[in-house]
């Protein structure tokens, strides 16, 4: 019997998302209530995460579709779903050919507008400097300070662990031009100049986020996988910020227990020494119901819409 759209076939699970084939060339994204941070799976469920990921994920690409922006998305399939183009998942795309069609590219692209999250590790530890980031040199950095400039980074996509590339290593890793890596740069501040602007009018600031992108069947790069949720992208207040304090509206808030607890940097060094990595502990279950609170906040404040469960999603 030949598959069809009413009977997707289980392909693979991520960390926070189960992907299904519905076709040759559809897929179906389902969201669950899972969450993860630095790489690692917590073993709690977060009551009505998928469903405020899947939908504010839409949100961001209808943003897309009205910049003329080319995208994967084709529409939701349920509170916790969305059905997208199908791309091709390879290491190493340059085995599909010389000039590689319909493939993601492994790659995730990093753009900070402020000074927080993991970079903010980096300079307090000395690896990032002042002109790294754009400032005069010996200028006194501080957490939460807006950067110069945009800073761009590119990581790993496929690998276990994301891992910082040079230009030159993502171009030979994803197959593409240099030409290609600056539209891409160019499409992410055009996304996200426009995201800026409705969410400012709710009172958020962008801080940084990441995107994914593939290339489709005619050779033309696309975004893809999801963005501008509480899970890719890290939001501050803006009444806040203005008077001073840094409150996150993105996962950045259970980030930032497990660095209280001494958790991340347990791991840390078991990554640095190259040992077993600690198994990340259950959150607390009043930090489950706070942070499924956040995550309908973020949802609110993004999109401007209220959260009210759709029928048939599951809450935790």
Same mark, same amino acid.
């Given at each position: 019997?030949? $598959?069809?759209?009413?009977?997707?076939r289980f392909l693979? @699970?991520?960390?926070?998302?189960?992907?299904? *084939?519905?076709?040759?060339?559809?897929? =179906?994204?389902?969201?669950?209530?899972?969450?993860?941070?630095? /790489?690692?799976?917590?073993?709690? *469920?977060?009551?009505?995460?998928?469903?405020?990921?899947?939908?504010?994920?839409?949100?961001?690409?209808? &943003?897309?579709?009205?910049?003329?922006?080319?995208?994967?998305?084709?529409?939701?399939?349920?509170?916790?779903?969305?059905?997208? @183009?199908?791309?091709?998942?390879?290491?190493?795309?340059? %085995? &599909?050919?010389?000039?590689?069609?319909?493939?993601?590219?492994?790659? =995730?692209?990093?753009?900070?507008?402020?000074?927080?999250?993991?970079?903010?590790?980096?300079?307090?530890?000395?690896?990032?400097?002042?002109?790294?980031?754009? #400032?005069?040199?010996?200028?006194? $950095? =501080?957490?939460?300070?807006?950067?110069?400039?945009?800073?761009? !980074? +590119?990581?790993?996509?496929?690998?276990?662990?994301?891992?910082?590339?040079?230009?030159?290593?993502?171009?030979e890793l994803s197959? &593409? =031009?240099?030409?290609?890596? !600056? %539209?891409?740069? *160019?499409?992410?501040?055009?996304?996200?100049?426009?995201?800026?602007?409705?969410?400012?009018?709710?009172?958020?600031?962008? +801080?940084?986020?990441?995107?994914? #992108?593939? +290339?489709?069947?005619?050779?033309?790069?696309?975004?893809?996988?999801?963005?501008? %949720?509480? /899970?890719?992208?890290? #939001?501050?207040?803006?009444?806040?910020?203005?008077?001073?304090?840094?409150?996150? #509206?993105?996962?950045?808030?259970?980030?930032?227990?497990?660095?209280?607890?001494?958790?991340? /940097?347990?791991?840390?060094?078991?990554?640095?020494?190259?040992?077993?990595?600690? *198994?990340?502990?259950?959150?607390?279950?009043?930090? +489950? /119901?706070?942070?499924?609170? &956040?995550?309908?906040?973020?949802?609110?404040?993004?999109?401007?819409?209220?959260?009210?469960?759709?029928?048939?999603?599951? %809450?935790?």
């Amino acid at each position: 019997m030949s $598959l069809s759209a009413s009977e997707p076939r289980f392909l693979r @699970r991520g960390k926070v998302k189960e992907v299904y *084939e519905v076709s040759p060339t559809e897929l =179906e994204f389902r969201f669950t209530n899972d969450i993860s941070v630095f /790489d690692k799976h917590i073993p709690s *469920e977060i009551p009505h995460k998928g469903e405020t990921l899947a939908r504010t994920a839409a949100h961001w690409f209808e &943003l897309c579709h009205r910049l003329g922006v080319s995208h994967h998305f084709l529409r939701l399939a349920g509170p916790t779903a969305m059905r997208v @183009r199908r791309v091709q998942v390879v290491p190493e795309p340059r %085995t &599909l050919g010389a000039h590689p069609k319909n493939y993601l590219v492994p790659l =995730e692209l990093i753009v900070r507008y402020y000074l927080a999250g993991s970079m903010w590790d980096r300079v307090r530890a000395g690896t990032v400097s002042a002109t790294d980031l754009g #400032f005069p040199a010996g200028r006194t $950095l =501080e957490y939460g300070m807006p950067l110069p400039e945009p800073h761009f !980074e +590119v990581t790993t996509k496929l690998e276990p662990v994301d891992r910082l590339l040079s230009t030159k290593e993502a171009l030979e890793l994803s197959a &593409l =031009e240099p030409r290609d890596l !600056e %539209t891409l740069r *160019e499409t992410i501040l055009k996304i996200d100049a426009a995201m800026q602007q409705e969410i400012g009018a709710r009172g958020l600031i962008h +801080v940084d986020g990441k995107k994914e #992108f593939g +290339v489709d069947g005619d050779g033309a790069l696309m975004v893809v996988d999801t963005f501008g %949720t509480g /899970d890719e992208d890290r #939001f501050w207040d803006k009444d806040a910020y203005d008077r001073g304090r840094q409150v996150d #509206f993105s996962k950045e808030f259970v980030r930032q227990h497990y660095r209280q607890t001494g958790y991340y /940097d347990r791991l840390s060094k078991a990554r640095a020494e190259h040992t077993e990595e600690p *198994e990340i502990p259950p959150l607390p279950p009043l930090l +489950v /119901d706070e942070v499924s609170r &956040l995550y309908t906040t973020v949802y609110e404040r993004l999109t401007g819409e209220p959260f009210t469960p759709l029928a048939g999603a599951r %809450t935790a």
